[in-house]
Nanobody, 119 residues
Framework: QVQLVESGGGLVHTGGSLRLSCAAS????????MGWYRQAPGKQRELVAT??????NYADSVKGRFTISRDNAKNTTNLQMNSLKPEDTAVYYC??????????????WGQGTLVTVSS
């Protein structure tokens, strides 16, 4: 069984910073890509940032403020969020595309962590 566990959400004032972490554990052959998505109240889940062997991708709304990184040895990904705005308030979800065997590919989601930015 493979799972993702997130940590690092919380309450911060406008302009502050938070760092989210996500760790994958279990039977992992290869992690193809990892990323972060968010869902604000009453809105659809949206992409925040992704990271693969080919590079990184960011939503326009977070470019220049958020940085995604990955530690392949530890099967973790982090999202450093700076200059936070009230509109960044959402539940943040970690996502990973993982091969647990050569022919078994899993698309996994973390449990979500709440980020609240007060004005």
């Amino acid at each position: 069984q493979v799972q993702l566990v997130e940590s690092g959400g919380g309450l911060v004032h406008t302009g502050g910073s938070l760092r989210l972490s996500c760790a994958a554990s279990g039977s992992i052959l290869r992690i193809n890509g990892m990323g972060w998505y968010r869902q604000a109240p009453g809105k659809q889940r949206e992409l925040v940032a992704t990271i693969t062997s080919g590079g990184t991708n960011y939503a326009d709304s977070v470019k220049g403020r958020f940085t995604i990184s990955r530690d392949n040895a530890k099967n973790t990904t982090n999202l450093q969020m700076n200059s936070l705005k009230p509109e960044d308030t959402a539940v943040y979800y970690c996502h990973a595309s993982i091969n647990s065997s050569p022919f078994r590919k899993l698309e996994l989601w973390g449990q979500g962590t709440l980020v609240t930015v007060s004005s």
